[in-house]
């Protein structure tokens, strides 16, 4: 192990991390705030909405990241329209981890009994309320563990934007690799902080899981008691 | 909740003394006909106890008074209030779910399998609705909450969850729930079938209690003991109509028409 080797390139690596960590959490934003409400369409019944929605995802699944971050990258500006590398892999990565979240957060909505809807909508109340503090309450830790082992996928993911020019993890330790051809430490010290990010996405999502279910347990205790 | 305006100039309204009108209702479920040609009156304080066989509507019927089914034709009335329909241009239209949500306000409803809301306590289920719906201030749904449940016999069961309770203690909360929203007309699905005789004695107190004070019901049930006892009016359906429609006195009597005798030796 070359310790002053590492050292000398463990910046340009910790930079790098800082990109990984970037695409990491704009997708995942992004990806859950689109996929929440869109997860809710169709679920008690099919409409041409839905259909059109279940299609969609089903293609987005079904297509290698890889295929639409090329289709972005090279199609669009065919068309003219010509996009940096960061968007372009933002949009690519949000666009097939929203058809996972979509899943993951149905899965999970259809696990909570449907008389519970039907009770809220003899009450007269109004839809947001039923799935906001009702159903999504309950399919919260239902689907919080698939959620985050998701989000861990998404985490790794972010590497196939170094076909894409992207300065992330992968692509800077590969190219340090390609100049030094001393790839042990590298790859090692790659893996450690791919690790590193792995566990503290856990440790993010645990606490957000936890605020989550505290804060909506108090917004229920607003109307309620 | 002003709904008085939109339909004040519909011409053929109901008696007022009609708590719920059902003219010629009629239900598809794409080509199955679930429900033919129903009318049914309903007066204010009277209880109407629907019984019949599997699969003849009983459910669809009670869903077409709050129209969580849509019915295919006829006109449902609740209160003098047309439900589901809005009038415009002199024309009806369907209502939206904003306008329904403001009409189902009239009616409270009681399932087979209770319903409660699981993620609350006792006290947040009953007084979430009111408050949520905003029919009543937060302080005076709390208060009214409570007197509810103390009067379905579970003031000390305020804090507890749904799945601290037995089936009959979750019942009577549901009903405690939908009596929150002060309807004109409770529906009753069913409401003692999923429980043991012991439970759904309690409950059956509890709504005995409810018709002698004066609440208008509409409830479906096999307890031919409440239809009997406790019904002005006794309403036996078959494949999507309603073929009697009499005293409890006359449907249990030997003078009944042969179908019911049949149904009801089961
Ligand atoms: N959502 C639906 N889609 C299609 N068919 C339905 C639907 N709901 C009910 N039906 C059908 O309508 C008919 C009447 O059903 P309903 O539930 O009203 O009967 P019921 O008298 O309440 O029976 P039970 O005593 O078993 O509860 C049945 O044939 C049923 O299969
Ligand atoms: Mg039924």
Known sequence: ?225 | MNIAKQDRRWPDRPDPENIVELRGVRLDYGILNVLHDVNLTIREGETVAIIGPSGSGKTTLLRCINYLARPTAGEVWVDRHLVGQVEKGGKLHPATEGVLRLHRLETGMVFQQFNLFRNMTVLQNVMYAPVACRVTSKEEARDRAVRLIERVGLGGKLSARPHELSGGQQQRIAIARALAMQPKVMLFDEATSALDPELAREVLEVMRELAREGMTMVVVTHEMGFARNVADRVVFMENGRIVEDGAPAVIFSDQAPKRIRNFLSH
């Open chain 1, 1 to 225: 192990m070359d310790m002053n080797y590492l050292a000398e390139n463990l910046p340009l690596l910790l930079q790098a991390a800082w990109v990984t960590v970037w695409l990491t959490v704009l997708t995942l934003i992004l990806s859950t705030v689109i996929a929440l409400p869109l997860s809710v369409v169709g679920l008690t019944r099919v409409s041409p909405a839905s259909q059109a929605l279940d299609m969609a995802t089903l293609l987005l699944r079904s297509l290698p990241t890889l295929v639409i971050l090329f289709f972005f990258y090279y199609g669009l500006p065919q068309f003219g329209i010509v996009l940096s590398p960061f968007p372009v892999a933002v949009i690519g990565l949000t666009l097939s981890a929203i058809a996972y979240n979509i899943e993951i957060f149905r899965s999970g909505l259809r696990a909570v009994d449907p008389g519970q809807i039907e009770a809220a909508r003899a009450l007269g109340l109004p839809g947001w309320r039923t799935w906001v503090q009702i159903v999504f309450p309950q399919a919260l830790p239902i689907f919080t563990p698939t959620y985050l082992s998701n989000a861990t996928l998404v985490l790794k993911g972010t590497s196939v934007a170094s076909i894409i020019t992207i300065p992330e993890l992968t692509s800077v330790a590969n190219e340090i690799v390609s100049m030094t051809y001393q790839p042990f430490e590298i790859l090692i010290a790659a893996a450690l902080i791919y690790i590193l990010m792995g566990g503290v996405l856990s440790l993010a999502a645990q606490a957000v899981r936890w605020n989550m279910t505290r804060r909506l347990a108090s917004s229920a205790k607003e109307v309620g008691a």
